[in-house]
Protein backbone atom coordinates (compact mmCIF):
# COMPACT_ATOMS: atom_id res chain seq x y z
CA UNK A 1 0.00 0.00 0.00
CA UNK A 2 2.97 2.51 0.43
CA UNK A 3 3.72 2.05 -3.09
CA UNK A 4 0.41 3.31 -3.83
CA UNK A 5 0.35 6.50 -1.41
CA UNK A 6 3.86 7.17 -3.12
CA UNK A 7 2.13 7.30 -7.18
CA UNK A 8 -0.26 9.56 -5.42
CA UNK A 9 2.28 11.69 -4.23
CA UNK A 10 4.13 11.46 -7.57
CA UNK A 11 1.05 12.19 -9.53
CA UNK A 12 -0.42 15.11 -7.51
CA UNK A 13 0.33 16.83 -4.88
CA UNK A 14 -2.84 18.28 -3.91
CA UNK A 15 -4.50 14.37 -4.56
CA UNK A 16 -1.72 13.23 -1.75
CA UNK A 17 -2.55 15.93 0.97
CA UNK A 18 -6.52 15.56 0.33
CA UNK A 19 -6.19 12.14 1.07
CA UNK A 20 -4.46 12.50 4.34
CA UNK A 21 -7.21 15.29 5.43
CA UNK A 22 -9.72 12.92 4.80
CA UNK A 23 -8.19 9.99 6.86
CA UNK A 24 -7.33 12.48 9.61
CA UNK A 25 -11.44 13.38 9.41
CA UNK A 26 -12.57 10.13 8.72
CA UNK A 27 -10.41 9.12 12.02
CA UNK A 28 -12.05 11.53 14.00
CA UNK A 29 -15.56 10.95 13.00
CA UNK A 30 -15.33 6.91 13.86
CA UNK A 31 -13.34 8.15 17.48
CA UNK A 32 -16.42 10.71 18.24
CA UNK A 33 -19.15 8.13 17.00
CA UNK A 34 -18.02 5.50 19.44
CA UNK A 35 -19.87 2.35 17.05
CA UNK A 36 -16.65 0.66 15.76
CA UNK A 37 -13.01 -1.35 16.99
CA UNK A 38 -10.41 -0.76 16.71
CA UNK A 39 -9.48 -2.41 13.92
CA UNK A 40 -12.15 -1.62 12.09
CA UNK A 41 -11.07 2.46 12.62
CA UNK A 42 -7.47 1.60 11.42
CA UNK A 43 -9.67 0.47 7.85
CA UNK A 44 -11.53 3.69 7.85
CA UNK A 45 -8.29 5.54 8.24
CA UNK A 46 -6.58 3.14 5.49
CA UNK A 47 -9.42 3.91 3.07
CA UNK A 48 -9.73 7.64 4.01
CA UNK A 49 -6.29 7.74 3.03
CA UNK A 50 -6.57 6.20 -0.34
CA UNK A 51 -10.23 6.23 -1.26
CA UNK A 52 -9.56 8.44 -4.41
CA UNK A 53 -6.12 6.54 -5.53
CA UNK A 54 -8.26 5.88 -8.91
CA UNK A 55 -7.16 9.44 -10.28
CA UNK A 56 -3.73 8.42 -11.07
CA UNK A 57 -5.66 7.56 -14.12
CA UNK A 58 -6.26 10.73 -14.81
CA UNK A 59 -4.06 13.44 -16.18
CA UNK A 60 -3.12 15.66 -13.18
CA UNK A 61 -4.40 18.64 -15.60
CA UNK A 62 -7.91 17.38 -15.72
CA UNK A 63 -7.96 16.25 -12.21
CA UNK A 64 -7.62 20.61 -11.37
CA UNK A 65 -10.26 21.30 -13.70
CA UNK A 66 -13.71 22.74 -11.94
CA UNK A 67 -16.65 20.29 -12.72
CA UNK A 68 -18.72 22.52 -13.99
CA UNK A 69 -16.27 23.09 -16.86
CA UNK A 70 -15.86 19.25 -17.65
CA UNK A 71 -17.18 17.77 -20.97
CA UNK A 72 -19.37 14.82 -20.97
CA UNK A 73 -16.31 12.33 -21.39
CA UNK A 74 -14.39 13.94 -18.95
CA UNK A 75 -17.00 13.79 -16.39
CA UNK A 76 -18.03 10.21 -17.06
CA UNK A 77 -14.25 9.18 -16.74
CA UNK A 78 -13.84 11.80 -13.53
CA UNK A 79 -16.87 9.79 -12.53
CA UNK A 80 -15.17 6.10 -12.81
CA UNK A 81 -12.59 7.18 -9.98
CA UNK A 82 -14.34 5.19 -7.09
CA UNK A 83 -14.37 1.89 -9.69
CA UNK A 84 -10.40 2.53 -10.43
CA UNK A 85 -10.09 3.15 -6.19
CA UNK A 86 -11.89 -0.38 -5.62
CA UNK A 87 -10.59 -1.75 -8.84
CA UNK A 88 -6.81 -0.98 -7.28
CA UNK A 89 -6.82 -1.44 -3.59
CA UNK A 90 -8.95 -4.74 -4.15
CA UNK A 91 -5.06 -6.46 -4.58
CA UNK A 92 -4.60 -5.09 -1.51
CA UNK A 93 -5.11 -6.23 2.56
CA UNK A 94 -8.19 -4.06 2.89
CA UNK A 95 -10.95 -5.20 4.70
CA UNK A 96 -14.71 -5.48 2.75
CA UNK A 97 -16.26 -2.76 4.65
CA UNK A 98 -13.26 -0.48 3.82
CA UNK A 99 -13.27 -1.42 0.09
CA UNK A 100 -17.50 -0.51 -0.12
CA UNK A 101 -17.11 2.69 1.69
CA UNK A 102 -14.05 3.56 -0.68
CA UNK A 103 -16.75 2.22 -3.70
CA UNK A 104 -19.31 4.14 -2.32
CA UNK A 105 -17.68 7.41 -0.92
CA UNK A 106 -19.59 9.41 -3.84
CA UNK A 107 -23.24 7.99 -3.40
CA UNK A 108 -25.28 10.35 -1.82
CA UNK A 109 -28.40 9.41 0.80
CA UNK A 110 -30.61 10.95 -2.05
CA UNK A 111 -29.44 8.59 -4.84
CA UNK A 112 -28.35 11.08 -6.73
CA UNK A 113 -24.42 10.65 -6.48
CA UNK A 114 -22.00 8.19 -8.26
CA UNK A 115 -21.23 5.56 -9.53
CA UNK A 116 -24.24 3.66 -8.80
CA UNK A 117 -26.99 6.22 -7.70
CA UNK A 118 -27.34 4.07 -4.69
CA UNK A 119 -29.78 5.74 -2.22
CA UNK A 120 -29.85 5.89 1.97
CA UNK A 121 -29.41 2.71 3.54
CA UNK A 122 -27.42 1.27 0.82
CA UNK A 123 -24.90 3.15 1.25
CA UNK A 124 -22.02 2.08 3.84
CA UNK A 125 -21.38 3.59 6.98
CA UNK A 126 -18.05 3.87 6.49
CA UNK A 127 -18.61 5.38 2.82
CA UNK A 128 -20.96 8.14 4.57
CA UNK A 129 -17.87 8.91 6.73
CA UNK A 130 -15.84 9.46 4.24
CA UNK A 131 -17.90 11.46 1.97
CA UNK A 132 -18.27 13.86 5.11
CA UNK A 133 -14.64 14.19 5.78
CA UNK A 134 -13.94 14.34 1.53
CA UNK A 135 -16.63 17.05 1.22
CA UNK A 136 -15.31 19.28 4.12
CA UNK A 137 -11.67 18.86 3.33
CA UNK A 138 -12.31 20.40 -0.05
CA UNK A 139 -14.54 23.01 0.95
CA UNK A 140 -11.90 23.76 3.36
CA UNK A 141 -8.81 23.74 1.26
CA UNK A 142 -10.80 25.99 -1.34
CA UNK A 143 -12.33 28.14 1.35
CA UNK A 144 -8.42 28.81 2.85
CA UNK A 145 -6.67 29.02 -0.51
CA UNK A 146 -9.33 31.90 -1.62
CA UNK A 147 -9.01 34.49 1.53
CA UNK A 148 -6.27 32.81 3.29
CA UNK A 149 -7.77 31.72 6.30
CA UNK A 150 -11.33 30.85 7.20
CA UNK A 151 -12.53 29.93 11.10
CA UNK A 152 -13.75 26.08 10.66
CA UNK A 153 -17.20 27.05 11.55
CA UNK A 154 -17.72 29.13 7.90
CA UNK A 155 -16.30 25.90 6.66
CA UNK A 156 -18.98 24.07 8.44
CA UNK A 157 -21.75 26.92 7.29
CA UNK A 158 -20.79 26.60 3.47
CA UNK A 159 -21.20 22.77 3.95
CA UNK A 160 -24.18 22.43 5.19
CA UNK A 161 -25.72 24.86 3.05
CA UNK A 162 -24.38 23.01 0.02
CA UNK A 163 -24.63 18.80 0.93
CA UNK A 164 -26.76 19.05 4.39
CA UNK A 165 -29.31 16.88 2.87
CA UNK A 166 -26.93 14.85 1.15
CA UNK A 167 -24.77 13.84 3.97
CA UNK A 168 -25.32 11.42 6.60
CA UNK A 169 -26.45 13.99 9.52
CA UNK A 170 -24.87 11.69 12.31
CA UNK A 171 -21.40 11.72 10.43
CA UNK A 172 -21.51 15.46 10.15
CA UNK A 173 -22.68 16.26 13.52
CA UNK A 174 -19.97 13.55 14.97
CA UNK A 175 -17.12 15.95 12.92
CA UNK A 176 -18.80 19.12 14.42
CA UNK A 177 -18.71 17.72 17.62
CA UNK A 178 -14.94 16.88 17.43
CA UNK A 179 -13.93 20.14 16.23
CA UNK A 180 -15.70 21.61 19.44
CA UNK A 181 -13.61 19.03 21.21
CA UNK A 182 -10.13 19.73 19.23
CA UNK A 183 -7.23 22.89 19.77
CA UNK A 184 -8.69 25.55 17.47
CA UNK A 185 -7.97 25.45 14.05
CA UNK A 186 -9.85 28.50 13.43
CA UNK A 187 -6.70 30.27 11.80
CA UNK A 188 -4.97 26.66 10.24
CA UNK A 189 -3.63 28.02 6.94
CA UNK A 190 -2.78 25.88 3.60
CA UNK A 191 0.67 24.98 2.63
FE1 LIG B 1 -13.43 10.81 -4.72
Known amino acids: MFYLILRCVMHDDWLFLHQICVAYLSILISLSAKIMSDELILEVAKAGL ?61 GIGYPKGLKAHKVSYIARIIQTADEFAFIWKHSLSSESEKPVNQVFDRLRKLHFDKLDPFALAHLYYSFQKAPDFSFVKWA
Open 50 to 110: LHDVGMVEIDPIQLKKPRHKQSCDERRVFELHPVKSFDILKEFSLSDEALLGILQHHESIL
